[in-house]
C-alpha cells in the first residue's frame, strides 16, 4: 500500500487540459532541478555544481517512493493479518536532457549513457544487505504507466524477492538438475538453430520473441555470454551490444507499430547471487497493444493474437533495413 503515491503530478493531463507546453511545469527537464530530491548520480559537463544544468543523464530518488530505506523492516501482526514496512528505494533515472526526445529515437551513445546508469545504480544497491533484489524498468506512454511525458527509467531496490523472478528461478532450477545446463542458454541456442522467432542478433546479445509470447510482439533481448546477474555487464564488449540492441529493437517497434506504449524490465538474479546460479538475465519488452480482461485476471494464462514468427518476422524486416540505411534514423540528442 502507498497511499501518498495518488498525489503523483500528471504531466499528461496538464498538458491536456492548460495547454501549456509540459516542459515548463516538468522537474525532470534542464532548469528544474530543484524540483527533484538532490541527485544521486549524474553524468555531466566538468565544472558544472550537482543538481545544476549540463547534465546528459541524471538519476534521483523517486519523490513519491512506493519503498523507503529508512523504516527498520518491522512486521506487524495481529492473528492472520500480517504487514511488513517496504523497505526499499525508489529512483528515477532521466534518459536525456531532451523533453521531447523518447529513448526509441535517442542516439546510440546516448543509450549507452543509459545502460551505463542503470549499472552504476545497480552495483550501488547491490552493496546493500539489506536488499534483495534490483528491477529496472521503463514505462513508454501514458498507457503503460508512465505519469511524466520525459523519458525516463525507474529502478526498484527492494528487500523481497518478486515473484516472477522467482518462479523464472525455480523452472531453471528444475531444468537445471534434469539437464546440467542452464535454460536460458539452451533456449538461445535452440532459437538461433531455429532462427523463425530471432529479431536480430550482434556479436553479444540475441533479440527474439519468445516461443509462448503472452502478448502481440514480447520480445526478450537476452546477452549469449552466461551471466546471472545484470551487474556483471562487461562495460567494454558488452554495453555497447546491448545499447545496439536496445535501440534498435525500440526503433524498430516504433516505427513499425506507431509509437505503441510499452514496458519493459530487466530481470536479473536475487543480489549478490552466485555466478554459478542457473539464472540468466535478460530485458523483456512488451508493448502495450492489448488488455490483459477477465479471462487472462482469471486464469493467468493469455490469448495471444499474434504469432511470435509473424511478429519476429516483422521487426526483423524494420531492423534489416534500418541497418541498411543507418544515418537518416538518428535524432539529435
Ligand atoms: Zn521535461
Ligand atoms: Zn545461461
Ligand atoms: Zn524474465
Redesign the pocket.
Known amino acids: 500500500m502507498a497511499t501518498e503515491r495518488a498525489r503523483r503530478p500528471d504531466s499528461f493531463t496538464q498538458a491536456a487540459k492548460e495547454n501549456v507546453a509540459a516542459r515548463d511545469v516538468c522537474p525532470f527537464c534542464p532548469g528544474h532541478e530543484s524540483m527533484t530530491p538532490p541527485e544521486v548520480l549524474a553524468y555531466r559537463a566538468p565544472g558544472t555544481a550537482p543538481n545544476s544544468e549540463g547534465w546528459w543523464i541524471r538519476v534521483v530518488p523517486n519523490l513519491y517512493a512506493a519503498f523507503r530505506l529508512e523504516p527498520d523492516g518491522q512486521e506487524h501482526r495481529e492473528d492472520r493479518f500480517w504487514q511488513r514496512d517496504a523497505l526499499g528505494a525508489c529512483e528515477v533515472l532521466i534518459s536525456s536532457p531532451d523533453h521531447r526526445a523518447p529513448t526509441p529515437l535517442l542516439p546510440r551513445l546516448q543509450v549507452e549513457e543509459i545502460v551505463q546508469s542503470y549499472v552504476d545504480r545497480y552495483r550501488h544497491h547491490n552493496e546493500n544487505p539489506a536488499l534483495e533484489h534490483v528491477l529496472i524498468l521503463y514505462n513508454h506512454g501514458r498507457p503503460a504507466g508512465a505519469s511524466l511525458e520525459h523519458p525516463h527509467s525507474q529502478l526498484y531496490a527492494i528487500g523481497l524477492e518478486p515473484p516472477s523472478v522467482l518462479e523464472e528461478l525455480e523452472g531453471a532450477r528444475r531444468f537445471g538438475q534434469s539437464n546440467h545446463?542452464?535454460?536460458?542458454?539452451?533456449t538461445?541456442e535452440d532459437e538461433r538453430r531455429a532462427g523463425a522467432r530471432v529479431v536480430y542478433e550482434n556479436e553479444a546479445f540475441v533479440v527474439f520473441a519468445p516461443y509462448a509470447a503472452r502478448t502481440p510482439f514480447e520480445t526478450w533481448i537476452m546477452p549469449r555470454r552466461?551471466?546471472?546477474s545484470f551487474g556483471d555487464l562487461d562495460l567494454k564488449r558488452e554495453k555497447p551490444a546491448f545499447a545496439e540492441a536496445i535501440q534498435l529493437t525500440l526503433k524498430a517497434v516504433y516505427d513499425g507499430l506507431n509509437d505503441p506504449p510499452f514496458n519493459y524490465f530487466i530481470h536479473s538474479a536475487p543480489l549478490r547471487t552466485s555466478a554459478a546460479q542457473?539464472?540468466?538475465w535478460h530485458l523483456e519488452l512488451i508493448p502495450k497493444l492489448s488488455t490483459a480482461a477477465g479471462f487472462e485476471l482469471g486464469t493467468g494464462m493469455w490469448i495471444n493474437v499474434v504469432k511470435p514468427e509473424d511478429s519476429a518476422a516483422f521487426l526483423r524486416e524494420r531492423i534489416n533495413q534500418a541497418v541498411a540505411q543507418p544515418v537518416q534514423s538518428e535524432a539529435s540528442g
Open positions: 545446463e542452464c535454460v536460458f542458454c539452451r538461445l552466461h551471466t546471472a542457473p539464472y540468466h
